[in-house]
């Protein structure tokens, strides 16, 4: 169904590409949301990865990669936004916590703040590799395939940025007990 | 050398909260209504169409005539080098930082290589490079051979390559392995201990490195962890302690014999070491639990069978990462953490003279182990072989600093690689 779709959508079909971006959108949409924590410029990335994929289909050389070429596309216009000075120095000056679902299904509190915080210290090229590996789980190689680097470099990077996570929540667990031990 | 705590389940399952259920109202009309407007581009206009999804290039055969080129400007560079090596060199002293350290060469990671920094030089040379990924450069004690892990996504291998680079990488472990938990060589150099999962439980492997056949210790008790003791004919591991919140301290001979029960540690183990004379045992407990609710890692020493365990400082509230042996026994160097500063504080365990405290670095951001790069949230300070200094590395905003172990006085080192040295580490 989904490789149908993207063969007649290679074709020409538009319904097709409506019906694959019916599908996908969601998904981007949490994806570029996470890269770029905020949600006008993750809407703008969403937009502009599946307007490119519509222009560019007849590049697409395999409809089973279609998944994985998207997510690349998302990921560059991703980069792009967060690029933006102008918008970004516009969302520095409307920093705000990206609101939360459920309460607590299965992280506690204090670590969810802890990673909030580790998360939004990292670059947007990080953060696209914790969100392609950790959110969507995709195995190495595809990660690698995605940000269009070696897997050993995308291997080491991973390495670095979740020491830069674990950093976060242990810095800023030990932070108060540190500072409870001056006062 | 990793330290699997489900860390990695906790992003996912953070990420999945974070994440929105759906995208915005509204959003996907603008999209379909875009795309309706928008003319496709044809194939023939993309460059992406040429260009392999894949991300490792792939050289067809080189034509003979530009082989014949590159030979030759090979050869010129050759010739250019020889000449310029000819010149008397204005660099023949060590560095600073190698002077500081005793002598050596030094090894560091970057982007999945290894490099090596001569002292004689200030710029990291390529040592080990590969398509795949090479982590913890770990020296043998008598400075002779390096090992690494070498990751390649799915599998992993412990190689061992001569310092001086006389002799191509080879793997040790036989076959890969899925999951590398800690690998340490031996006192010795002639093996390495290998920790990881077999089957439902762990395996505790030791490796020769002559290439014979590796042999398992019978423990069957899912060690997470081990380090040598300084004769090589024990292992100090841990294994989680069941139903209870903590872990449990063995010494493992390695002719096989049965493990014996050294320690009950609440909370785990965050670092351990042995005195260079392996009677005593220096560590530190994990915290109870992250977030500010436990309590916080505390530095103990102990004698080798367990006994007379005693805590090294009597804070209650202060972080306390670990305890590090000096070359020589006579002192412990204790890390804490003091108003997000980062104190070393050098005991003398004999009680004759003060303690030397330094308050060494201010913490701005993550942190790693500088011995070998594994806890990240901690700086592990590594003993210059002449007991004189110790050596700190920041990984954030990186830095190197190079604490008196006589003064506390704290010095930058100048380092140009963006990641924790290793040294060679020869006696002086």
């Known amino acids: 169904m989904h490789r149908d779709l993207v063969e007649r959508a290679m074709a020409g079909d538009r319904e097709a590409f409506t019906e694959l971006t019916r599908h996908s959108i969601g998904r981007l949409y949490a994806i570029a949301r996470l890269i770029l924590r905020d949600t006008e410029r993750a809407e703008d990335a969403t937009q502009e990865a599946l307007v490119a994929a519509w222009k560019q289909l007849s590049a697409l050389r395999d409809p089973d990669r279609f998944d994985a070429w998207l997510r690349r596309l998302l990921v560059r216009a991703c980069y792009r936004e967060a690029a933006r000075d102008q918008h970004q120095r516009r969302i520095v000056a409307q920093i705000r916590p990206i609101e939360m679902g459920m309460p607590d299904p299965g992280v506690a509190l204090a670590d969810r703040d802890q990673l909030e915080r580790g998360f939004s210290r990292l670059s947007p090229e990080q953060r696209a590799l914790v969100v392609l590996h950790y959110y969507l789980e995709l195995p190495m190689h595809e990660t690698a395939e995605i940000l269009g680097l070696p897997i050993g470099t995308v291997k080491s990077r991973l390495f670095r940025t979740t020491q830069q996570l674990r950093a976060a929540l242990e810095a800023d667990a030990r932070l108060p007990l540190a500072e409870r031990g001056q006062a | ?428």
């Open chain 2, 1 to 428: 050398m990793s330290n699997p705590d489900g860390f990695d389940r906790l992003i996912t399952t953070w990420l999945d909260e974070l994440a929105p259920m759906r995208e915005p109202d509204g959003l996907l009309e603008t999209v379909t209504g875009q795309i309706q407007r928008t003319r496709r581009l044809p194939g023939w206009a993309l460059l992406e169409r040429w260009l392999p999804m894949q991300t490792r290039a792939k050289f067809g055969a080189i034509p003979r005539t530009a082989m014949i080129l590159v030979t030759l400007g090979i050869l010129a560079m050759l010739l250019t080098a020889v000449a310029i090596g000819a010149q008397p060199s204005s660099k023949s002293d060590l560095a600073p930082l190698f002077g500081t350290a005793g002598n050596g060469r030094v090894f560091s990671t970057q982007d999945g290589d290894i490099y090596v920094t001569d002292p004689g030089s200030s710029a990291p040379q390529p040592f080990v490079t590969s398509s795949q990924t090479e982590l913890y450069p770990t020296m043998t004690n008598d400075g002779s051979h390096l090992l690494f892990q070498r990751d390649d996504g799915n599998t992993s291998q412990i190689m061992i390559a001569a310092a001086d680079g006389s002799d191509e990488p080879r793997a040790l472990t036989p076959a890969a392995i899925a999951s590398l938990d800690d690998w340490w060589p031996s006192p010795d150099g002639s093996y390495v201990v290998v920790v990881g999962p077999s089957g439902a439980t762990q395996d505790l492997r030791l490796v020769p490195v002559d290439g014979s056949l590796s042999r398992s210790l019978p423990t069957d008790m899912s060690m997470t962890g081990a380090i040598w003791e300084p004769d090589g004919r024990h292992l100090l591991a841990t294994r989680d302690a069941v139903g209870r919140n903590g872990a449990e301290l063995y010494r493992v001979p390695t002719d096989g014999g049965d493990p014996i029960l050294v320690r009950y540690l609440s909370g785990g183990v965050k670092w351990l070491g042995v005195s260079p004379d392996g009677k005593r045992i220096a560590y530190a407990t994990s915290p109870d639990a992250l977030g500010g609710n436990g309590r916080p890692p505390q530095a103990w020493v102990a004698n080798i069978d367990g006994s007379d365990a005693h805590r090294l400082t009597d804070s209650v509230n202060q972080w306390e990462d670990g305890a590090f042996w000096s070359p020589d026994g006579t002192r412990l160097a204790v890390t804490t953490w003091v108003g997000g500063s980062l104190r070393v504080t050098i005991l003398p365990l004999d009680g004759g003279a003060a303690p030397v405290v330094s308050d060494a670095m201010r913490v701005s951001g993550p942190m790693v182990n500088s011995n070998d790069g594994n806890t990240a949230t901690t700086i592990y300070p590594t003993w210059a072989p002449n007991g004189r200094s110790l050596l700190l590395w920041r990984a954030s905003d990186p830095q190197l600093l190079s604490v008196d172990a006589t003064t506390g006085a704290v010095t930058e080192v100048p380092w140009s690689s963006a990641d924790w040295p290793v040294w060679q580490r020869r006696a002086p």
